[in-house]
DNA sequence: GGGGGACTGGAGAGCGCTCTCCAATCAGGT
DNA sequence: ACCTGATTGGAGAGCGCTCTCCAGTCCCCC
């Protein structure tokens, strides 16, 4: 195998690029990466020669000097030992809200070259072995989306030392940087859009309680109708999965007969709400109103169509990215959290 | 910085834990790779060196010398220009043929120890940076998912020479791996239970017909018709989401008042389908028998719950996994395609 | 007791790339 | 004509790891 060409089935180095385009090693590098002054006329040899060769940098040999890999990875967690038939990819996946995430980051990444790759944790095996690939350095940073908050990955990431970004204010304060949405905020938009309609008999449909999302969530709401008059709300806590969403409204009419409003915490579980009215013979939104969360397809695909309290979800994403990138760029840059305001989307529902 | 010492930031090398190990580098590598006879004792002190340092293997090095990543790529691929809020994630990852897949890759990933990555293709230019990142080595080898036959994803792999398994038959013949279930086969059992249900006007809802799926359900469900007496069956096109299901549906119903039975070539449009027959007053099974196809999270949640067509998909994923794996260890391996038979799942819907 | 084999551990050569020097070249100023 | 300084290209030292040789050790058997 000499040096001068690449062996029949091996792939061309720089060496072989440079040996073609007359030029060193160096110069091929530098022409690739774009530094320095080279000139015009070389460049053009060297660009000629990669083209003929068929060229591609070995990413091993790259980021083994450079220490990068340009690549990020956006990791799904969840605490619970799941399966994925399980309600695990329901939750996370089937929510067009992960599609807007997706969305957002790729919009932000795409234009500098870095790739995203996806990767689950569903449970503690797939999140030890994910720690170990992470460390092992195959990609430079971390985007951390948590499906419940007895999620140990935040706390793993931080101690591993990976530059990382969480979706949402994790559980326990941590030197971590995080975007999230003014939940609360949220909330009362919810609560003005339901008292303002008329509605006296309220209720909440509220997300899991141990995720500082649900819990801001429902206080929120609750503070907003007790400054309203309505001293008590009552609530009914799901997992943001359509079928709990569908139990919880089931149990409300159950104990409050006359409900004539009701905030669900997530599009999915409106979703189910407003089926369980269906099935009870109440109209929505005459007899009674139902405001969701997120501004999902699902909001639109519903019957009727759902009012909702929509999250910017791509802004939040795209914020997430570049807050990830500064990170990579400069490690000692200090833990940074953004929040964003949620706006209330009329249709039909309330 | 001495040799000996890793920097305080830095991360500790092979020849640090050989230091403190007081053996040589190859030593070392040997303990963590678990290769040829080391002396248990001395197995010992080096792993106790490596516990010490907080050892993690460079990855970047490492593969460099090994051409291996242990790592391989599940890419999702769309062939036309698509944005994430569109049917495109509606169509793959919200539907829980998605999670089924990826629990049936890492099946057989998870304890081998190869890492799954996930990435996405849903325009040409994702599709270019992404056959880059491939080439680059990133991964071992590819699991792509086509949600369109237009899709040049499988041209592009086998040119750039990756191993790669597709989870379709490609339109045109291509020398690829594949892994796919016996569609006509399916929608004969689904032909076969409406006519012993009794239905005389049958007709069906089919996918894009650029795809050999959606082909074969259709010419298989014909077919089968026509073996047993019902020469023609009207057939209307849609795209696998709910909406060109409902869609569909009206459009059968205007032009054929008195369908008693259809066939729906996936789950989703299936939904979209019972939805449409609702609205025109007609009830589900009773007056049109609707048959779907997957055996989704979808035909569990449609009311009435969905007769269906389920395909193995947790299997025809493992296989998938095996071949991909198969074809890294011996890239000369011919390719080979394995086909899947479905059954018929008996629900309310038909 | 000596020779041959099996077994263990070390030395060292790269894998393909980047990047820091350094040398060469050339223009301009004195 | 000579010096200075900018500009451009090359040489070569690694990045951290694996793996092929090789040398040393130990044991068994003649």
Redesign the interface.
């Known amino acids: 195998m000499s040096k001068d060409r690449p062996a029949p089935g091996a792939s061309p180095t720089l060496e072989h690029v440079a040996k073609v385009a007359g030029v060193s090693r160096a110069t091929v590098s530098r022409v690739i990466n774009g530094i320095r002054n080279v000139d015009p006329q070389i460049q053009e040899l060297v660009r000629q020669a990669v083209a003929q060769t068929g060229y ?9 000097v450079t220490r990068r ?1 340009n ?1 990020v ?1 956006l990791v799904v967690s969840e605490a619970e030992h799941r ?3 399980d309600p ?3 939750r996370i ?2 929510d ?1 809200f ?3 995430l ?2 957002g980051i ?1 919009g932000v990444l ?1 234009p500098r ?1 870095v ?6 944790a569903e449970n503690d ?2 999140r030890t ?2 720690i ?2 992470l ?4 990609v430079d940073g971390v985007i951390a989306v948590s499906a419940s908050s007895a999620d140990p990955l935040p706390g793993l990431l931080t101690e591993a030392g990976l530059p990382a970004v969480l979706s949402q204010r994790p559980v326990s304060p941590l030197p971590i940087s995080y975007v999230d949405a003014a939940q609360s905020a949220g909330a009362k938009l919810a609560a003005d859009r339901l008292t303002e309609r008329g509605c006296r008999r309220v209720a909440t449909i509220s997300g899991p309680l141990d995720m500082p999302a649900s819990q801001d969530r429902l206080s929120g709401f609750r503070d907003a109708m007790a400054r309203r008059g309505h001293a008590y709300v009552p609530s009914v806590e799901g997992n943001f999965t ?2 709990t969403g569908e139990r919880a409204m089931k149990q409300l009419l159950a104990e409050y007969p006359d409900l004539d409003g009701v905030f669900v915490a997530n599009d999915l579980m409106a979703l189910g709400a407003v ?1 369980a009215l269906h099935d009870s013979g109440r109209r929505v939104p005459e007899d009674v109103a139902v405001i969701g969360f997120d501004d999902s ?1 699902a909001a639109v ?1 519903s ?1 009727p169509p759902l009012t909702t309290i929509r999250q910017p979800l791509e802004d939040m994403a795209a914020e997430m990215a570049r807050l990830l990138l500064k990170h990579i760029d400069d490690p000692d840059s200090p833990p940074t959290s953004v929040i964003f305001e949620p706006t209330l989307v009329v249709r039909e529902s309330a």
Do not use: C, I, W
Request: positive net charge; without cysteine; proline residues 4%.
């Open positions: 591609v940098p070995n990413q091993a040999a790259r980021s083994l890999t690549s990875a399966t994925f038939d695990f990819l329901g996946f089937t067009p992960f599609g807007r997706v969305s790729m795409r070259g790739a995203m790759v996806l990767m689950l095996q797939a072995q994910l170990g690939y460390k092992q350095g195959h359509q079928e089926l397809n695909m019957r």
